[in-house]
């Protein structure tokens, strides 16, 4: 079963960085496309950026050239290094993991970023 840790959250002012963490166990990490999500109180849960196992990367438009997103194989970790952060990027952030053939997905508990002075 995979299971997927997040880590990295907190509290952060405007214009401030974040790096937040994702380890990934129980599966082979390289058939798994890695993505994280955020979930605003109100809003409903939006794709954040995508990795896959190639390294292809995909952003949310207003996150573009802020957020950059990574994953090491060896490790079988992936990161989102968040910067210039909004108050607008305040969220529960979610590790995903999608299987590239079968479509099983998997998700982390969330871990709280907070944006504000």
């Known amino acids: 079963q995979v299971q997927l840790v997040e880590s990295g959250g907190g509290l952060v002012q405007p214009g401030g960085s974040l790096r937040l963490s994702c380890a990934f166990s129980?599966?082979?990490?390289?058939?798994?496309?890695m993505g994280w999500y955020r979930q605003a109180p109100g809003t409903q849960r939006e794709l954040v950026a995508q990795i896959t196992s190639g390294g292809t990367t995909n952003y949310l438009d207003f996150v573009k050239g802020r957020f950059t997103i990574s994953r090491n194989h060896a490790k079988g970790t992936v990161s989102l290094q968040m910067d210039s952060l909004k108050p607008e990027d305040t969220a529960v952030y979610y590790c995903n993991a999608l299987h590239r053939w079968s479509g099983l997905e998997y998700w982390g508990q969330g871990t709280q970023v907070t944006v504000s002075s």
């Open positions: 129980g599966g082979t990490f390289r058939l798994y496309n």
